[in-house]
């Protein structure tokens, strides 16, 4: 008496009724169905979106018999939204499943469903060497894509490097060297940025230690006799650490290790004599002077 009926495409359908009463007797009527088209819902969204970046949804959906009047969007967090272009910050990365359903002047419905991957960004980090004035840095980067998202995570492929000192170095090495000349504290910053372009900055504050300033006399000699040699380094006050070793060359072949040494030439001449000290923070400072042995009359 009162069926539905499913259309399989779209159309204008002539339907006919008949009804018989139980004397046999019979009525006729028919009436004009349109099916209308369904519009074409469709959307897309921005490119590799990473987390804390927000996402915009662009709707490109098409009517076809009726206009659009009405968007439903469900971002697959929980969270709706039913402006025709909406923006939209998920919470945390992931895979999610977003549909969008539209709705025409016809009342037809359709949807749309894409699947938007929120990367997470890289977990930035590096070490430093111990650093002296006048002496490389080794800054090594511990960078590594997000452990907890294996399956969507990027592969760092990009540092970029700011020293502190008003020098910076880009975007290719993962291990950089770098050689500071005034002495205190610099804030490194590195951002880590994997194949899709996600980043992150972190930073960390390294101290450059002052050198010893290297200095020695000695006595002019005659020949056979022994030289003295009396160290008077210093360290730079109130940042530098005590002298620990003292390195002497003799320029004959001989060497000391010893703070104020004596040391016989055996023969006369001009000595080039050089001095390296090193402190407890493996700082160095360096300096030679000219040693002249007198022949005898």
Request: aromatic share 12%; proline share 6%; glycine share 8%.
């Amino acid at each position: 008496q009162n069926p539905t009926h499913t259309y399989a495409q779209a159309g204008i359908y002539n339907v006919a009724l008949t009804v018989t009463d139980s004397n046999g007797c019979q009525g006729y009527d028919t009436n004009t169905v349109i099916v209308d088209t369904l519009p074409i819902a469709q959307f897309n969204f921005t490119d590799t979106i990473c987390f804390g970046d927000s996402t915009y949804f662009t709707d490109l959906s098409i009517s076809t018999s009726g206009t659009i009047i009405s968007w439903l969007w469900d971002f697959g967090d929980g969270n709706t939204s039913t402006n025709q272009n909406p923006i939209h910050l998920y919470g945390s990365p992931g895979t999610y499943t977003v549909i969008l359903t539209i709705t025409d002047s016809n009342t037809c419905v359709n949807t749309d469903t894409q699947t938007v991957i929120v990367r997470p960004n890289p977990i930035a980090a590096f070490t430093a060497t111990n650093v002296c004035v006048g002496f490389n840095t080794v800054l090594t980067s511990t960078s590594t894509p997000d452990p907890n998202y294996p399956n969507i995570a990027g592969v760092i492929n990009s540092w970029d490097w700011t020293f502190g000192d008003g020098n910076s170095y880009g975007n290719d090495s993962s291990i950089v060297h770098h050689g500071y000349t005034i002495y205190g504290p610099y804030l490194v910053t590195l951002i880590a940025t994997d194949q899709y372009g996600c980043n992150t900055t972190w930073g960390d504050s390294i101290y450059v230690n002052p050198g010893p300033i290297a200095s020695f006399t000695s006595d002019t000699v005659c020949e056979g006799n022994p030289t003295t040699f009396t160290d008077q380094s210093t360290i730079v006050p109130p940042l530098g650490i005590g002298i620990q070793t003292w390195e002497w060359n003799f320029d004959d072949g001989n060497t000391s290790t010893q703070q104020n040494p004596t040391h016989t030439y055996a023969q006369a001449g001009i000595y080039n004599v050089a001095l390296t000290v090193t402190d407890s923070n493996g700082c160095q400072g360096y300096d030679t002077n000219t040693v002249i042995v007198d022949t005898l009359p």
